[in-house]
């Protein structure tokens, strides 16, 4: 009981003037687990379901996704709950401590390396140089060691992802892919048509840009559909060339302002353990384009990252590490 006193003391030192933190710490030991009681902790192991491709669309809702996506489209939609509201708590929840040989996770999100670096065949992660496609390759799909496909330096474009997906497919075509675009997650860097912004608009956060009051939440949905719509042309494209049973989902939602009831305060972004039903619902579009791929297990491979850079590019994507 001492240690934990002085460990409560520690942190409040270092951090009790920092409003950020004390709203952290009283959704997560607060609000969270009240929250869990009302709306239910559980949620769907993705790996667990019956696909060939899993194209995750980071911080896609499901009202938004049904709202700017036509979801006749799909041999089958229905909404699921995930199991985390954030990409890091999804992550620990679906892949820590379990091992997927079958598998390779193509990503344009930096946590799954410091989360889940042995738990599939190949992991590759555009924020770092990987040793499994070559340089030209990499260069070829506009990933990290040039820079090419990286806008501002905080993101990396769904064109760029798609590519490099492409090419992994290309060397493991009987392994089940993850494809983890960063969009709709904020910063806001293409249009609806499929075209990108001629610059970066990095104020539409529903995070603090929103609980501020600098933009409306109008202008953040906006924002955010444009941003999915930009996405899901690359990842329909992909579903295409891929062929097979492709699912295009999410890891988690996002809040702009709903309330947090029964507490008198409101939700922004996606903090961890925050179980509202509009960070926890998502999309689960299904389509299948020729046969079926026969998938085989391999050798589980880590994934080698150096830890100090995956945390600078978190910390460029507005993540506290």
Known sequence: MLDKIRYAASEIAANGDDPYWWRLRFSSRIAGPILGKIHGNSGIDFMDEDWDNLFLLDACRADLFEECIDTEQFDEYRRVHSIGCSSPEWMEKTFDGAAYPDTVYVTANPWISKIAPDSFHKIVNLWVESGELSEKEIKNAGGAIDGVGVSGGVTIHPDTLSDAARSVHERYPNKRI??????PHAPVVGNADGTPRADTDDGLHPGDDLKAGNVTR????EGYKDNLQYAFHYAQDLAEDLGGRTVFSADHGELFGERLWPFPLRGYAHPDGVRHPRLTEVPWAVTEVGSRR????????RHESDEGEIDNRLRDLGYRV
């Open 178 to 183: 993850i494809v983890h675009y960063f969009q």
């Open 294 to 301: 026969r998938i085989v297990d391999g050798e589980i491979s």
């Open 218 to 221: 109008e202008e953040v949905w």
